[in-house]
């Protein structure tokens, strides 16, 4: 392309700015080849004419498309050039948070002064065996590459981490040696890893100071060297130190501190044990207080001075040693406090004899006070002839202590070093190391002196070495690809390096003046002028004759010389030396002993490997010591390095401070621009860009240019060919692009290029779609306007017409008004005029009418008048008369009464008339005779049974008397007894009033019943209401959304979390024991290969399983049964009931005993019923009661039998409504089916309560017919005993005939009033027992009622329950009973059966033979043997044999055609048979030697999942096994009647079966581990990267991404996996696991298990990928995830959780897919992505890229929306999902409906030595 093509309009450009470096800018117009000014559109708007000149302004350097900003390696870049990359970093930096980026081989780490959460374990898994590259930059990306390349191509690795102060070295190289301590663990239990990452804390706080560019700066060099063997595990490490800055310990810049160790210790000053160091406040000492700050804001020296201690105790420093150590840095502290006065004369000096701080620092160090403070103040001179002793000045006395003090810090941290080299040291032999160098970057200040200098000279060593192997690696890539290249011309920094250090070098020139006696600065910088003033590299300033200028391989340093030969020298006095020499404390002394630095040979020297030594030689004596200059001895340390890192692999980590505030996350350009120039990015930059700097595979570059292509293009197969026909078409130049064999190299600025070709044929296609489109949506638009105007037409007509024809309606409907109104009128005119005349006729007709009427009235008052009078007269004349008549009447009456009077009296006084008086009186008389004589006949005969009575009573009673004073005689004590006529009375009035009683209780019962049922109704009513309202409530949840719909099944999903918490940390712990046990049996390796002893050593059975099983809390049998029962009870019945069921359950296993209790006190009372009974029916006289008695107790247990069966139908109802509830709460149903069964929960209870209130009745009614039984039998003895009263009222008339029969009714008498006294007796215990009986039940009921009162609808739905369950369980409680006493009865004649078979055997079998018979019948005979009971019988010795065919030498192929699951059928008979014989060491053993080698075959094949599989089946249906024939009722409700005949008769296995259950949750662990194993390189090949959609998925480019490097060039790099292959495996899985009979519930686990592990790897790779985080991944992610589910539905096994393991990826793939620009975008991110955390969102937004220009990034505002919306959610700070996280397991109890005696053993297995036992 021409530079006119380029540099168009519209393009991109950078031009160089003063504040921000670089500043980006478009053309606006073409610029032409001679143009002077380029036309610039800055970003603010304004324009900008800028100067190009051939010299002065180039042109401005072009900036990417935006597709390849923000990259995640430099060298993608295709414009390679400083603003480039500055641009690119500070766009990671800021806008995504992204700290790493790759540079080629380079990491690029900027510091973000904030903790990040990206250091977790799980990220170091997620990062452990990727590819560079695969992954996201990060530290441990690099450290992972060196730990793969040393195990593959056996070579050592180092990881150099440079940059300047602040820049965070210290922390990488920490994180660096973390990543290699987790991944590379030591084998053992050494804790090699533990010591290597304790070093950390000891080094900062003896070797780190605060600066002002950083608070935790290292001002020393490390070199650490980790140790591995042969299997790349951990055995040892190594320290090697440079240039500890010793004069930080006596002089601080302001706002910095001294080294950290200083202020820990004033720190902890008030705690006992450092109470003798005498230490205050680090403000009081000068070498701790010249920085006028001693704080750090959040950090607190004293916990930090815990933390150094514990570090030193882990690595083996002793409490005696580190107490030394802290003395000698306080006696540094009280040195520096020692003050030196001096004299008047200037020429000396002296210190005081009362200085505290010189006794202290004496005392701390154990030596002479005199000695040290004479030595301090004076120097010894050795002359040939003399010796003299010469005082020195203030100043040089002030050095000279000073200096002591920086010599005593170096000794100890020397010796500190040492001893930490010791404690990592091993004496096992290294196979390789990986180096960590964490080191000085370059440096240069206002002020540069000998420290700076020496740090520069190591950078331009490592720049040396830097640019040799990126340019070594630049050329093996283009022979590995065949590509002609020619030499690149890089900066070679060697000039430099000779300038240093050649002969006559800077440092040469250093060490010649330091020798001269009176060398001074000056001198010295006067012979660099003259020697090297012509080299390139050096400099003298202008104004300035003490110093010079280095040019660096980054930058021009001015070093001042003042203090160069001071600190070269390093001096000590010999005098202060030899003082400290002599101390009395051994440490002190061992400090500066000659040969302290002298280090033991190591097994490392003696291999052919460098050899690994501290950085400082060992000195031979005083005088070399001291000849020895610091830069002699620096640069010897520096070669020795380089030696290393020549010898090995390097990794570089170069380290940017983002400014110098040390605020997070601010970038300053300025800043960041000179460390890239210092550290040697812009170097890899520079040669990457002189060569082919963009490389593209083949398929990557034809899936993403294929637009560019045309179709004859595409018809081609050869995709290589294709892509060299395009590039020969696109660009003519040749030497822009190399073919290689598997690659495209491409010139910088190419890919720009094609990517502007791409760019431009999507915008000229958009172009073509648009404009079709708009004609479309335009025709489209017409048709719409010409349908519209001939609607409008129609709708118009249609109104002028219907307007028209509403005219003609109204015109003719005004007529018709006008008719109407006009007829109205004159209706109205004619009927006013009509009722005018009408009214006149009326009043002129009335009047003549009344004229008339008054005429008529007159004549009739005159008529009536006329009648009165006349009337009045003829009465009046009446009365008259009728008086007249009257009174002659009655004269004539009285004369008639006279005469009739007189002549009576006459007739009375005659005889006739008496006779005819006495003419009836006789009849009545005779009638009266006869009724007399008949009253005197009954008289008589009452008086004679009253006599006969009489004289029974008298026998009786004299009877009585005589028997009276015999049981007084009888009776010592003299009891009075009263007589049985009292006690009959007594008796009769106790009855009497018990009757009463019932009649009360009755009466209340009644009442309460009334009550009861009152209150019945009531509830029934409320649960109408109560259902209406659930109802309602359902209709308003099935239209809420989805979560609310999740807060009905709250309390489920917390019970749930609950179990399986409990259930995790129960196998976690089973997962620590098998490591632990994993962990013993290696060392038992290790010890029995390193100590060999001959022969077989048996292990002994208390040393099984049982016994490693010993770190468990030990239980009986029956805790163990109950626990074991109890859970396996929770398994069938599912989370939400067991949780009731469990508690109902416990409570009735606790009150069983007084129900018991309760059962045989109500047995007893039945007991006296029916002898009360069986007494009435004794008697002569009540058969017919008998009979009734009889019948009543036919029907009774007839009653019985039909409440047992209506009994077992409610338990069925129970087990269903049970079963409904458990598939509620594992199915996690929606609200319909939550509906569905609460309403079965409803009706099932309904059914129970009308079962309840029948069998209620039905009781009643028994107990009414026993009543009325012995009512009868009462009133039979009521009539009795009133025949007796009756016979007493008689015995006045006793007649002498009936007396002689009076012994016979005293006999008679007698026993009716004995038996009737029992009677009495009877009834009234039987009534007080009715009594009892009612009150108890009425108490109940009272309290029932009370509950039911204070419950709500729910409680009280799941009370009734609870008390339905508390009945069905009394009656099994009375049914079992009957069960066991058949079961022992059986029990005893089978038992006593089998002796006396046994025994027969035993004789048969000594008749024969002595000797063991030999087994000739073979079990593959498939016909059922019929008294074969499922029991195999071995001998002792063939146990061995038995476990080796059946365990050891095992294969699933072997047995695949038989019964799943035979192995564990075959040992269980065996085991029942050594139960059957009662031989517990036969089970002890059998069992014992099961268990290990099941252990020992899982152990050998710890990979094989068919293996894994094949056992764990076994071993789970052995465990069943166990339950279901252990004789445990809770585990035989679904055999039949022929396996609860096989169940174990003499052992409870309960403890094997929790073993057994321990085992087998070892064994789904390996199983989900060896499968997780296997799926892992396939889950993001598959799920990520391959196209399940075809051409769905762009490509972008991806620089260094699957660099050669670290991939496996033997195997030829990774294979790629497809999502079919990952389905395959899966079906494979499954079909293993179920072809061995595993249970379904386990598969269903399991395969939930690998769901979560594809969703953890899945997420955790699109958290920490760039290159996936787009659209097209996130669609085909989402179709791959389909497509698993479609699998899932396949085989049944999406319910279960299965499906909600996938939801966080699943959420993930639907984040990328959806928008993400407005605010409505973020509240739809917000609901939808509930399964991610908001670290994980925001991660995904930050990592999206668009693959095309035309979709938008995701703005920083967005993400800060985001985040707002989700800053209240409380979640986990975790970015990673942990790939090491294990569901807890459950075991449902499966029982088998094979029955024992089917099972045939197949000839093959060769198990003729087993018996088949035959009854």
Partial sequence: MSVTELYSKYTRVWIPDPDEVWRAAEIIKDYKEGDSVLHLRLEDESTLEYSIGPKDNPLPFLRNPDILVGENDLTALSYLHEPAVLHNLKVRFLESNHIYTYCGIVLVAINPYEQLHIYGEEVINAYSGQNMGDMDPHIFAVAEEAYKQMARDEKNQSIIVSGESGAGKTVSAKYAMRFFATVGGSANDTSVEEKVLASSPIMEAIGNAKTTRNDNSSRFGKYIEIGFDRRYHIIGANMRTYLLEKSRVVFQAEEERNYHIFYQLCASSSLPEFKDLTLTSAEEFTYTSLGENIFIEGVNDAEDLVKTREALTMLGVKESHQMSIFKIIASILHLGNVGIVSERDGESCHISRDDTHLNHFCRLLGIEQEQMEHWLCRRKLVTTAETYVKNMPHAQAVNARDALAKHIYAHLFDWIVEHINKALHTSSKQHSFIGVLDIYGFETFEINSFEQFCINYANEKLQQQFNSHVFKLEQEEYMKEQIPWTLIDFYDNQPCIDLIEAKLGILDLLDEECKVPKGTDQNWAQKLYSKHSSSEHFEKPRMSNTSFIVVHFADKVEYQCDGFLEKNRDTVYEEQINILKASKFQLVADLFHDGKDIAPPSAASKTNRINVRAAKPAPKGHNREHRKSVGTQFRNSLHLLMETLNATTPHYVRCIKPNDYKESFVFDSRRAVQQLRACGVLETIRISAAGYPSRWTYPDFFSRYRVLMTKKDMTIGDKKQVCKNLLETLIKDPDKFQFGKTKIFFRAGQVAYLEKLRADKFRYACIKIQKTVRGWLQRIRYRKIRKSAITLQRYGRGYLARRHAEMLRLTRATLICQKQYRMVQVRREYLRIRRAVITIQAFAR???????????????????????????????????????????????????????????????????????????????????????????????????????????????????????????????????????????????????????????????????????????????????????EKEEMNHKIQSSTQGQAGDVSQKESHLQVELDEERQRYQNLLKEYSRLEQRYENLQEDMSSMKFHPGHRRIPSNQSSLGSDSNYPSISLSEAGDTDDTIQQVEEMGIEKAAMDLSVFMKLQKRVRELEQERKRLQTNLDKVEELSKHKGSEPKSSTSEEDINADLAYNSLKRQELETENKKLKNDLNELRKAVADRASENSSSNELQDGYNLLLSQLKEANEELDVRKEEVLMLKTQIVNSTRQSENINHINSNDVSEWTSNKKSVDGEDIVDAPDSKKLLEAQLQTQSRQHKDELVALHTQIELLKDNLEKKQDMLNHFSTLSPDALVEFSVQQEITRLTNENLDLKELVEKLEKNERKLKKQLRIYMKKVQELEVSQATKSRPELTRQFTVQRKEKDFEGMLEFYKEDEALLVKTLITDMKPNVVSATVPCLPAYILFMCIRHADYINDDQKVHSLLTATINAIKKVLKKNNDDFEMTSFWLANTSRLLHCLKQYSGDEAFMTQNSAKQNEHCLKNFDLAEYRQVLSDLSIQIYQQLARVAEGIMQPMIVSAMLESESIPSLAGVKPMGYRNRSSSMDCESGGPTGYTLQALIRQLGQFYTTMADHGLDPEICQQVIRQLFYSINAVTLNNLLLRKDVCSWSTGMQLRYNISQLEEWLRGKNLHHGGTVATMEPVIQAAQLLQVKKKTSQDAEAICSLCTALSLQQIVKILNLYTPLNEFEERVTVSFIRDIQNRLQDRIENNQLLVDTKYTFPVLFPYTPSALSLETIHIPASLSLDFLTREIF
């Fill in 846 to 1028: 009335g009047m003549f009418i009344r004229r008339l009427y008054q005429e008529f009235l007159l004549h009739h008052k005159a008529i009536v008048i006329q009648k009165t009078v006349r009337g009045w007269l003829v009465r009046k004349k009446y009365l008259h008369a009728r008086n007249a008549a009257i009174v002659i009447q009655c004269f004539y009456r009285r004369v008639r009464a006279k005469r009739q009077l007189k002549q009576l009296k006459i007739e009375a006084r005659s005889a006739q008339h008496l006779k005819n008086l006495n003419v009836g009186m006789e009849n009545k008389i005779v009638q009266l005779q006869k009724k007399m004589d008949n009253q005197s006949k009954e008289y008589k005969t009452q008086n004679e049974q009253l006599a006969v009575a009489n004289t029974a009573l008298e026998s009786e009673v004299n009877k009585l008397h005589k028997e009276l004073e015999t049981l007084r005689i009888r009776q010592a004590a003299g009891t009075p007894v009263t007589s049985l006529q009292e006690e009959l009375e007594k008796l009769r009035a106790e009855l009497q009033e018990a009757h009463t009683q019932r009649k009360q209780i009755e009466e209340e019962f009644s009442n309460e019943k009334q009550g009861l049922e009152q209150r019945v109704e009531e509830l029934e009513k409320e649960n109408t209401l109560l259902k209406k």
